[in-house]
C-alpha cells in the first residue's frame, strides 16, 4: 500500500443480542485497515428502528469508513447508512429488503405473534441460543453465552419486533450481501444477489473466518 494512503475504517455490528465478541477471529491487514466493534444499546421506549439507527451513527468517529453488519445487525447497518457516507456496505447472514425474510416471520407479522414472543424466557441465554439458532445447539451453549450478551428484555421485545416488521422495499445500491446456502434463520433460497458461502450456515461469521480474512480486504477495495 503506497504510504499516503489513509487507513479504511472498518465498523462492525453483530447480530441480534450478541457480542462483538463475535469478531475476534476477523483479522484485516493493519497497515491497511483499522476495525471498530460495535455493540447494541438499549432502546428507548417506543424507538423506532431509525431513530435507534440514527443514535448508533454517533458510534461512528471517521467519515468514508466501511459498514459491516451481521444478521440483524445486517439490518441495522443498512438503516445507518441511510445517515453516512460510506466506502462500503457489507452484510452478512442477513436480509436487503422485506421480500427476503422467511415465511414464519411474515407470517409472525402478519398475525402479530411476535408480540408473543417469549422474551422473558429468552432472556436465559440457553433458550435464546435455541430460539435464535436453532434447536441443535446445545452442544455449544457455553459457546453461545460467550457470544450472547445482551438480555435486557427491552431490547429483545424491540429487536423482535423491529426484525419482523422491517418495512425495507428495495435493495440499497451496491450493497454487498454474503450468505451462506445452509443459513437456518434466513433462508439462502429467498435470498437473490449475494456472494454465496458453500456450507455457510447463520454463524459463519464464527466458523468461516478465513474466508472473511481472505476475502473482505478484496471486496473493501474491488
Same mark, same amino acid.
Given at each position: 500500500?503506497? +504510504?499516503?494512503?489513509?487507513i479504511i475504517h472498518v465498523y462492525l455490528?453483530?447480530?441480534?443480542?450478541?457480542?462483538?465478541?463475535?469478531?475476534?477471529?476477523?483479522?484485516?491487514?493493519?497497515?491497511?485497515?483499522?476495525?471498530?466493534?460495535?455493540?447494541?444499546?438499549?432502546?428507548? +421506549?417506543?424507538?423506532?428502528?431509525?431513530?435507534?439507527?440514527?443514535?448508533?451513527?454517533?458510534?461512528?468517529?471517521?467519515?468514508?469508513?466501511?459498514?459491516?453488519?451481521?444478521?440483524?445487525?445486517?439490518?441495522?447497518?443498512?438503516?445507518?447508512?441511510?445517515?453516512?457516507?460510506?466506502?462500503?456496505?457489507?452484510?452478512?447472514?442477513?436480509?436487503?429488503?422485506?421480500? +427476503?425474510?422467511?415465511?414464519?416471520?411474515?407470517?409472525?407479522?402478519? &398475525?402479530?405473534?411476535?408480540?408473543?414472543?417469549? &422474551?422473558?424466557?429468552?432472556?436465559?441465554?440457553?433458550?435464546?441460543?435455541?430460539?435464535?439458532?436453532?434447536?441443535?445447539?446445545?452442544?455449544?451453549?457455553?459457546?453461545?453465552?460467550?457470544?450472547?450478551?445482551?438480555?435486557?428484555?427491552?431490547?429483545?421485545?424491540?429487536?423482535?419486533?423491529?426484525?419482523?416488521?422491517?418495512?425495507?422495499?428495495?435493495?440499497?445500491?451496491?450493497?454487498?450481501?454474503?450468505?451462506?446456502?445452509?443459513?437456518?434463520?434466513?433462508?439462502?433460497?429467498?435470498?437473490?444477489?449475494?456472494?454465496?458461502?458453500?456450507?455457510? &450456515?447463520?454463524?459463519?461469521?464464527?466458523?468461516?473466518?478465513?474466508w472473511f480474512n481472505e476475502n473482505l480486504?478484496?471486496?473493501?477495495?474491488?
Amino acid at each position: 500500500m503506497p +504510504e499516503n494512503q489513509e487507513i479504511i475504517h472498518v465498523y462492525l455490528m453483530p447480530g441480534m443480542a450478541a457480542s462483538p465478541i463475535i469478531f475476534e477471529r476477523i483479522k484485516l491487514p493493519e497497515n491497511q485497515f483499522k476495525m471498530h466493534w460495535l455493540e447494541w444499546m438499549i432502546p428507548k +421506549e417506543n424507538e423506532s428502528l431509525e431513530s435507534y439507527a440514527k443514535r448508533m451513527t454517533d458510534k461512528i468517529k471517521h467519515d468514508n469508513i466501511v459498514l459491516l453488519g451481521v444478521s440483524f445487525g445486517g439490518v441495522l447497518v443498512q438503516e445507518m447508512s441511510k445517515f453516512l457516507n460510506l466506502k462500503r456496505l457489507i452484510i452478512v447472514s442477513s436480509v436487503k429488503s422485506r421480500y +427476503e425474510l422467511p415465511k414464519r416471520m411474515k407470517l409472525a407479522r402478519k &398475525t402479530k405473534a411476535y408480540k408473543l414472543a417469549p &422474551t422473558r424466557i429468552l432472556a436465559n441465554v440457553e433458550t435464546f441460543a435455541k430460539y435464535a439458532f436453532g434447536k441443535n445447539v446445545t452442544k455449544r451453549v457455553e459457546l453461545y453465552k460467550k457470544y450472547l450478551s445482551v438480555n435486557d428484555i427491552r431490547y429483545l421485545d424491540w429487536a423482535i419486533e423491529q426484525m419482523v416488521c422491517w418495512n425495507q422495499e428495495e435493495d440499497i445500491v451496491d450493497i454487498i450481501h454474503i450468505h451462506g446456502d445452509k443459513d437456518g434463520v434466513f433462508p439462502y433460497s429467498n435470498i437473490k444477489d449475494c456472494i454465496t458461502i458453500k456450507d455457510g &450456515t447463520h454463524i459463519m461469521i464464527l466458523n468461516k473466518y478465513k474466508w472473511f480474512n481472505e476475502n473482505l480486504p478484496k471486496l473493501i477495495v474491488r
